[in-house]
């Protein structure tokens, strides 16, 4: 079974530009998460899809931070403008809505460097 | 809300040493517990979870038991290898959350040949 793909692995931006970064999870997982990891930190969920629903953005910055699952499967995030604080690793993961495991399975993240 | 705390790091053994690695919550629900590993340039993968008291999660030789009386769920492992090098996470994940992993800050562990 293939994992949680993402692309780019990597990322060098100066202040002010845009990124995004592109995830794809395992195939049948209708739950897709964002989560952003500052270095020396525990990853910190930014947003929550369930299909092409947005289940949760409550700590995602929203004057700069964009999601999108538009078809339910693979899914973007946009930041622009980027600040130097955005210096971070951007996880992906998905998992089975319904399970009971509770389960979540990792991308293996997008890390951006903020100049 | 929900919150994890974990053992201070980093934590630097010698091959064959036995590790702790210590771990309490605080949750409004009835979580489930879970052990993440992060090897260098890797995502995060599951080492272990236990969803009620006193089950005891194993993986790799890696152990740790849910203790609702001390909310606690430590690592433990009796005899570490050069590559259990990592950073170690713990999270919970409480019924009432949408399934949202809350995570704990992270050991890295560095063991010596």
């Known amino acids: 079974e293939a994992g949680v793909a993402q692309s780019p692995r990597y990322k060098i931006i100066e202040k002010r530009q845009s990124v995004a970064f592109w995830c794809n999870p395992i195939?049948?997982?209708?739950?897709l998460y964002w989560y952003q990891q500052i270095l020396g930190q525990g990853p910190k969920l930014l947003i929550q899809f369930q299909n092409n629903g947005v289940v949760d953005d409550s700590q995602l910055p929203k004057d700069r931070f964009s999601a999108e699952r538009l078809k339910g499967v693979d899914s973007t995030l946009k930041i622009q403008p980027a600040k130097l604080e955005d210096s971070a690793v951007y996880l992906c993961a998905s998992s089975i809505t319904g399970a009971s495991s509770y389960e979540q399975y990792f991308g293996p993240g997008t890390r951006l460097t903020v100049t | 809300g929900d919150s994890v705390t974990q053992m201070e790091g980093p934590v630097t053994l010698s091959e064959e040493a036995f590790l702790t690695i210590n771990c309490t919550y605080t949750a409004t629900g009835y979580p489930s517990l879970f052990w993440y590993v992060q090897y260098p340039g890797e995502g995060l993968q599951l080492l272990l979870k236990?969803?009620?008291?006193?089950d005891k999660g194993s993986n790799k030789g890696f152990e740790a038991t849910y203790r609702k009386e001390t909310t606690s769920f430590h690592l433990e492992k009796g005899s570490v290898q050069v590559s259990d090098s990592a950073v170690y996470f713990c999270?919970?994940?409480?019924?009432?959350?949408?399934?949202?992993?809350?995570f704990g800050s992270g050991t890295q562990l560095t063991v010596l040949p």
């Open positions: 195939s049948g997982h209708a739950t």
């Open positions: 236990a969803t009620k008291a006193d």
């Open positions: 999270a919970l994940v409480t019924s009432g959350s949408a399934r949202q992993l809350t």
